[in-house]
Nanobody
Framework: QVRLLESGGGSAQAGGTLRLSCVASGDSGSRGCMGWFRRVPGQARAGVGVIDRDGNTRYTDSVKGRFTVSKDNGKNTLYLQMNSLQPEDTGTYYC????????????????????WGQGTLVTVSS
């Protein structure tokens, strides 16, 4: 059983910065990736970025160069550093554990076994 507690959402101006945190407890099982997903207005929930046990990361194209996924294993904490925020980044962001990942092939996605945080709202204004 994995439990995720997410924090750090809020409002920012375009060009600004936010940092999201997710504290994980319990057993994540055999899957090696955690990540961040978001639901933006008018769209389904989609991946933002993931990180594997070795610290390798992958990102959706729209956030490359602006967002960084990292983790602190000692604190069991996952982070999403969001720089150069744009209005299109507005949405609800979810921490995820048990993400399916085959990063050598740039494949990563959530499925029915993925567990989720409660979500935190990020609003970016022009």
């Amino acid at each position: 059983q994995v439990r995720l507690l997410e924090s750090g959402g809020g409002s920012a101006q375009a060009g600004g910065t936010l940092r999201l945190s997710c504290v994980a407890s319990g057993d994540s099982g055999s899957r090696g990736c955690m990540g961040w997903f978001r639901r933006v207005p008018g769209q389904a929930r989609a991946g933002v970025g993931v990180i594997d046990r070795d610290g390798n990361t992958r990102y959706t194209d729209s956030v490359k160069g602006r967002f960084t996924v990292s983790k602190d294993n000692g604190k069991n904490t996952l982070y999403l550093q969001m720089n150069s925020l744009q209005p299109e980044d507005t949405g609800t962001y979810y921490c995820a554990a048990k993400v399916v990942c085959r990063l050598a092939g740039d494949v990563w996605y959530a499925d029915a076994l993925t567990t989720w945080g409660q979500g935190t709202l990020v609003t970016v204004s022009s």
